[in-house]
C-alpha cells in the first residue's frame, strides 16, 4: 500500500528532473516598445557559451532545461548598446528577470573611418579572407586587381587569375556559383568595383560539404554585408583607360522579416590597337620557319546583377531565393601578315584581315527552404533547389588576299554553346555541446550542348557554304550524386574539422554530325581535415590535408576546333577524365600591431589534363589539344603582413611563391617542365590631414608554366593612387596612375616540342590611369537572416 511517507520521495524526484529556466522581454528604452529578433547570448560562471537565441516577434525569450548554475545573459542589436546581466539559477528556481530595457544608439549609419589597426586578414580553420572593406585602395580599383594582395592569389601576365599557382579552381558569389563567373571570370571581376565588395575569402581546404572539384580550392567573394533594421550601400562610378565609364552598386535592405541585398554594375571596355608576332623554327626532315606579324583590337560591354530575398515565417521557418543575371558583348578586328620559308626560299605566304564578335549571357534561380528546431535553434534542416544556365556565341571571319601557296579560301566559324544544370540539396547540421556535425545529400544534372559551323567561301557562287566535314554538334549529360558528412570539434585552444565526400559521376557525350558516343562513370571518396591550435597572444597553427578533383567542362570537351589562325589550331577533347589530387597545407598566424600569416602547401597528383601541342610536317599546322598525360607536384608556400606602421601609416606585403615538376610525354617524347614562379604585391599607404591619402604599390609577377611545354614570362608593375574624403565615410573621390613609365609590355610565352620551337609576342596595354567616386549610405534600425546552408556547385573546371 503506498502511503504519503513512501509517496514524497517519488515527487521529490519529479521536482528535481524539472530544470530551471530563464525568461524575459526585451523593449526599447525610449519608446517601451518589444523588440523583436534581438540576439542573445547566455553563458555560464566560466564565461563558456551556453546558447543563443533570437527574441520573438512579441520580444519575449525563454532559455529552458538549465542547469542550476550561475550565468550572463548579454544582449546584442547593431543599433543597440549592448547589455549584459548577471541571473542565480542556483536554488533551482525559475528566474524571469522581467523586461530588459536596451539603450539604442543613433539611428543614422554610423560611417566606419578605415583605419590602420583594423584588421585586414582573418584566418579560420579552413579558409583565410581579406577584408576589402579595410583597405582604402578598394575605392580606386576593381576585384581584379585587389586580387594581387589576397594570400595564396596571384595573377600571370594576361592577368588570368592564379591560386596557388593554378588556374583550376572556383569562385563563389556569397558563397554560392554564379553563371557571371562560370563564363567569363577576369573580365566580369575587372568590371566590379572593390568598394562594392566586403571581402574576398581564400578556402585552400575546402570542407566535405563543398563538391570536390577545383584542384587549387575555392574563392569566395562577399558582396553583401549584414545590417539591422534599414538599409546600406555603396555606389561606385568609375572611368579608367584603356577601358571606359564603368558603375557598380551592392545593397542591403532589412524591414522586419523581410531581408533584401543586391548587386549590380556594367563596364564599357575597350582596348586600342596592339601588336603581336609569332615565330616558329621546326626541325626534322623539311625544316622550316614561320614568321606571323599582326594587330588587333577590341570593344566589350557587360553587365551584371544579382540579389537574394530572405523572409522568416517564425522563429524556425526561413525562406529564401537568389537571381542573377548578365551578359556581356565584344566586337573585335585585326590583321595578320604571314611567310612560311624554309632553305630553299618561300614555301607559303598570305595576309588575313579578321573579325570576331562574340555575346554571352546567363541566368540563375534558386531558392532554399531552413528549418529549425525549437530544442535547439542551431539545429538546422535545409532544402535547396537551384538552376542555371548561359549561353556563349563566337564568331570569327578571315579574308585572304596576296595568298602564295595557300589554296584555301575564305572562311568563317561559329560555335554556340548553351550549358544548363539543375541542382537538388539537402543539408542538416546537429549541434553536440562542443561538436558540430553536418551531413546531406546533393544531385546534379547537367546537359551541355554546343553547336559549331565551318563555312568556306565558294569562288564561284561568291556565297559562303557550310562545311559539314568540319562541323558538328555535340551534346554533353553530366549527372553526379553526391553525400557528405563532417564533425567538427572546437576546444578552448584547439580545434579540428574533419569530413568525408562521396561523388557518383556519369558523363555521356554524343556527336550528332558523327554518330559517336562517349561514356565516363567513375566513384570518388574525398576525405578532408583541418586543425587549428591557438598558442598564445592572438597567434595559432593551422593544418589541412584534403583530396581535390577536376572534371573537364565542357570548354575542354568540346571538340570545336578553332580555326582563326590557319597556321594554329586548338580544340577540345572529349575524351578527357577527371583529375585526382592531394593537397596538405601548414600554416602560422599571429597578430599584435602587425598582423601576419605565413603557409606552406605540397600538393601532388597525375593525369593531369594539360594543353599538349603537336606539330604537322605535312600541313605545317601546329595543333593544340587537352590530354590526361601530365605528372604533377608542388610545394610552395605564401607570406601575407599587413603592418600599421603608426596611426597614418600603413604597409601590407602578399607573396606567393611555388616549384612545380611537371612532366608527360609528347609523340613519344618525354618533356619535363621544372619551374619556379613567384608573385610579389607590396603597398604602403599615408593620411594625411583634412582626409587625403596616398598610396603607392610595387608588384613583381614572376614566369608561370603553360603545361609541360613551355611557360609565360614575368613582369614588374608599379602603381599610384591619391583619395580624398569628399564628406566623411559618405563620399570619395580616388584616381590611381599604373605604369607611368612604361606604355606598352610584351607578354610572350614560349612553347616547345620534340621537333618544334615557338614564341608568341602579344603587346599589351601597360599604363593606364582610373578615376572613380564612392557613395555610401544607409539608415540602419535587427540583422538580416540568411539561409546557413544552401547550394555551392563548385565541381567544375573552367
Known amino acids: 500500500m503506498l502511503t504519503i511517507a513512501g509517496l514524497l520521495p517519488v515527487m521529490?524526484?519529479?521536482?528535481?528532473?524539472?530544470?530551471?529556466?530563464?525568461?524575459?522581454?526585451?523593449?526599447?528604452?525610449?519608446?517601451?516598445?518589444?523588440?523583436?529578433?534581438?540576439?542573445?547570448?547566455?553563458?555560464?560562471?566560466?564565461?563558456?557559451?551556453?546558447?543563443?537565441?533570437?527574441?520573438?516577434?512579441?520580444?519575449?525569450?525563454?532559455?529552458?532545461?538549465?542547469?542550476?548554475?550561475?550565468?550572463?545573459?548579454?544582449?546584442?542589436?547593431?543599433?543597440y548598446q549592448p547589455k549584459t546581466i548577471a541571473v542565480d539559477l542556483t536554488n533551482g528556481n525559475n528566474n524571469s528577470i522581467g523586461t530588459i530595457l536596451i539603450n539604442s544608439r543613433s539611428k543614422q549609419l554610423k560611417d566606419v573611418a578605415i583605419t590602420a589597426d583594423k584588421p585586414i586578414i582573418k584566418q579560420e580553420v579552413?579558409?583565410?579572407?581579406?577584408?576589402?572593406?579595410?583597405?582604402?585602395?578598394?575605392?580606386?580599383?576593381?576585384?581584379?586587381?585587389?586580387?594581387?594582395?589576397?594570400?595564396?592569389?596571384?595573377?600571370?601576365?594576361?592577368?588570368?587569375?592564379l591560386l596557388k599557382g593554378s588556374a583550376s579552381f572556383k569562385i563563389l558569389i556569397n558563397g554560392k556559383p554564379s553563371s557571371m563567373v562560370e563564363r567569363d571570370p577576369k573580365n566580369i571581376l575587372r568590371s566590379i568595383p572593390a568598394s562594392t565588395i566586403q571581402r574576398i575569402e581564400v578556402i585552400t581546404i575546402p570542407p566535405a560539404k563543398y563538391d570536390a572539384e577545383g584542384l587549387a580550392g575555392i574563392i569566395n567573394i562577399i558582396t553583401n554585408k549584414k545590417?539591422?533594421?534599414?538599409?546600406?550601400?555603396?555606389?561606385?562610378?568609375?572611368?579608367?583607360?584603356?577601358?571606359?565609364?564603368?558603375?557598380?552598386?551592392?545593397?542591403?535592405?532589412?524591414?522586419?522579416?523581410?531581408?533584401?541585398?543586391?548587386?549590380?554594375?556594367?563596364?564599357?571596355?575597350?582596348?586600342?590597337?596592339?601588336?603581336?608576332?609569332?615565330?616558329?623554327?621546326?626541325?626534322?626532315?623539311?625544316?622550316?620557319?614561320?614568321?606571323?606579324?599582326?594587330s588587333g583590337k577590341t570593344n566589350g560591354r557587360s553587365g551584371y546583377f544579382?540579389?537574394?530575398?530572405?523572409?522568416?515565417?517564425?522563429?524556425?521557418?526561413?525562406?529564401?531565393?537568389?537571381?542573377?543575371?548578365?551578359?556581356?558583348?565584344?566586337?573585335?578586328?585585326?590583321?595578320?601578315?604571314?611567310?612560311?620559308?624554309d632553305n630553299s626560299g618561300i614555301l607559303q605566304g598570305y595576309n588575313s584581315v579578321i573579325a570576331n564578335n562574340g555575346t554571352g549571357?546567363?541566368?540563375?534561380?534558386?531558392?532554399?527552404?531552413?528549418?529549425?528546431?525549437?530544442?535547439?535553434?542551431?539545429?538546422?534542416?535545409?532544402?535547396?533547389?537551384?538552376?542555371?544556365?548561359?549561353?556563349?556565341f563566337n564568331a570569327t571571319a578571315l579574308n585572304i588576299f596576296n595568298p602564295v601557296n595557300y589554296p584555301t579560301p575564305d572562311y568563317n566559324q561559329a560555335n554556340h554553346t548553351i550549358p544548363s544544370e539543375q541542382t537538388f540539396q539537402v543539408d542538416y547540421v546537429q549541434p553536440l555541446k562542443k561538436w558540430n556535425i553536418e551531413a546531406g545529400i546533393k544531385g546534379i544534372f547537367r546537359n551541355n550542348q554546343s553547336n559549331f559551323q565551318y563555312n568556306s567561301l565558294n569562288p564561284v557562287t561568291n556565297q559562303y557554304l557550310l562545311d559539314t566535314a568540319l562541323s558538328n554538334k555535340y551534346t554533353n549529360t553530366q549527372n553526379i550524386l553526391a553525400g557528405y558528412n563532417t564533425w567538427q570539434y572546437r576546444g578552448k585552444k584547439w580545434g579540428i574539422k574533419a569530413g568525408i565526400r562521396i561523388e557518383q559521376t556519369v558523363t555521356n557525350g554524343d556527336f550528332v554530325s558523327t554518330a559517336s558516343t562517349v561514356h565516363q562513370s567513375y566513384l570518388d571518396f574525398i576525405p578532408s581535415v583541418t586543425a587549428?591550435?591557438?598558442?598564445?597572444?592572438?597567434?595559432?597553427?593551422?593544418?589541412?590535408?584534403?583530396?581535390?578533383?577536376?572534371?573537364?567542362?565542357?570548354?575542354?570537351?568540346?571538340?570545336?576546333?578553332?580555326?582563326?589562325?590557319?597556321?594554329?589550331?586548338?580544340?577540345?577533347?572529349?575524351?578527357?577524365?577527371?583529375?585526382?589530387?592531394?593537397?596538405?597545407?601548414?600554416?602560422?598566424?599571429?597578430?599584435?600591431?602587425?598582423?601576419?600569416?605565413?603557409?606552406?602547401?605540397?600538393?601532388?597528383?597525375?593525369?593531369?589534363?594539360?594543353?599538349?601541342?603537336?606539330?604537322?610536317?605535312?600541313?605545317?599546322?601546329?595543333?593544340?589539344?587537352y590530354k590526361n598525360i601530365g605528372t604533377f607536384a608542388a610545394v610552395g608556400s605564401f607570406i601575407n603582413i599587413n603592418w600599421p606602421i603608426t596611426k597614418k601609416w600603413n604597409f601590407s606585403f602578399n607573396s606567393n611563391i611555388m616549384y612545380f615538376w611537371l612532366n608527360g610525354e609528347v609523340n613519344g617524347v618525354l618533356q619535363e617542365n621544372d619551374f619556379l614562379t613567384l608573385g610579389v604585391a607590396t603597398s604602403t599607404g599615408y593620411t594625411f590631414n583634412k582626409d587625403w591619402r596616398v598610396s603607392a604599390e610595387f608588384d613583381i609577377s614572376g614566369r608561370n608554366p603553360t603545361g609541360i611545354q613551355g611557360h609565360s614570362n614575368g613582369f614588374t608593375s608599379w602603381s599610384f593612387n591619391v583619395n580624398k574624403q569628399l564628406i566623411k565615410n559618405k563620399l570619395s573621390l580616388s584616381a590611381s596612375l599604373r605604369n607611368p613609365f612604361t606604355k606598352y609590355r610584351t607578354n610572350q610565352v614560349e612553347t616547345n616540342g620534340p621537333d618544334f620551337a615557338q614564341i608568341n609576342r602579344n603587346q599589351v596595354y601597360f599604363r593606364s590611369y582610373s578615376m572613380s567616386l564612392n557613395y555610401n549610405f544607409g539608415k540602419l534600425k535587427g540583422e538580416i537572416k540568411k539561409n546557413k546552408r544552401g547550394i555551392n556547385n563548385d565541381d567544375v573546371s573552367k
Open 532 to 625: 587549428n591550435w591557438d598558442l598564445n597572444s592572438g597567434s595559432g597553427i593551422n593544418w589541412g590535408f584534403t583530396q581535390r578533383i577536376k572534371r573537364p567542362g565542357i570548354n575542354r570537351l568540346n571538340p570545336f576546333v578553332d580555326r582563326s589562325n590557319p597556321n594554329f589550331q586548338s580544340s577540345g577533347n572529349p575524351d578527357l577524365k577527371r583529375v585526382l589530387i592531394n593537397d596538405i597545407q601548414l600554416g602560422y598566424h599571429f597578430n599584435k600591431k602587425a598582423s601576419v600569416n605565413i603557409g606552406a602547401t605540397y600538393d601532388f597528383g597525375k593525369g593531369l589534363d594539360l594543353p599538349i601541342a603537336t606539330f604537322d610536317p605535312g600541313t605545317n599546322i601546329t595543333n593544340t589539344k
Open 306 to 341: 544579382g540579389t537574394e530575398i530572405s523572409y522568416e515565417i517564425d522563429s524556425l521557418n526561413l525562406i529564401s531565393g537568389q537571381f542573377n543575371i548578365n551578359g556581356d558583348k565584344s566586337a573585335g578586328s585585326g590583321t595578320l601578315a604571314s611567310l612560311l620559308t
Open 227 to 294: 545590417v539591422d533594421n534599414g538599409y546600406n550601400g555603396t555606389i561606385n562610378a568609375n572611368y579608367r583607360y584603356p577601358g571606359g565609364p564603368g558603375i557598380g552598386t551592392s545593397f542591403t535592405v532589412k524591414e522586419g522579416k523581410l531581408g533584401i541585398s543586391g548587386y549590380g554594375g556594367g563596364s564599357i571596355y575597350d582596348r586600342p590597337a596592339t601588336t603581336n608576332l609569332i615565330t616558329r623554327t621546326t626541325t626534322g626532315a623539311d625544316p622550316s620557319n614561320l614568321l606571323q606579324q599582326g
Open 126 to 161: 579552413d579558409r583565410i579572407s581579406y577584408d576589402l572593406q579595410a583597405d582604402p585602395d578598394s575605392k580606386v580599383s576593381n576585384v581584379l586587381e585587389m586580387l594581387r594582395k589576397v594570400p595564396f592569389v596571384s595573377l600571370d601576365g594576361d592577368e588570368n587569375i
Open 361 to 392: 549571357k546567363g541566368l540563375d534561380v534558386s531558392l532554399n527552404y531552413q528549418l529549425g528546431f525549437k530544442a535547439d535553434k542551431a539545429r538546422l534542416l535545409t532544402f535547396s533547389y537551384r538552376y542555371y544556365t548561359y549561353t556563349n
Open 12 to 79: 521529490k524526484q519529479a521536482h528535481a528532473q524539472v530544470k530551471p529556466q530563464i525568461s524575459g522581454m526585451v523593449a526599447d528604452s525610449i519608446s517601451q516598445k518589444s523588440l523583436d529578433y534581438i540576439t542573445i547570448n547566455l553563458k555560464n560562471d566560466k564565461n563558456i557559451p551556453i546558447k543563443v537565441m533570437l527574441t520573438k516577434s512579441d520580444g519575449t525569450f525563454t532559455f529552458s532545461g538549465l542547469e542550476p548554475l550561475k550565468y550572463t545573459v548579454t544582449f546584442n542589436a547593431v543599433g
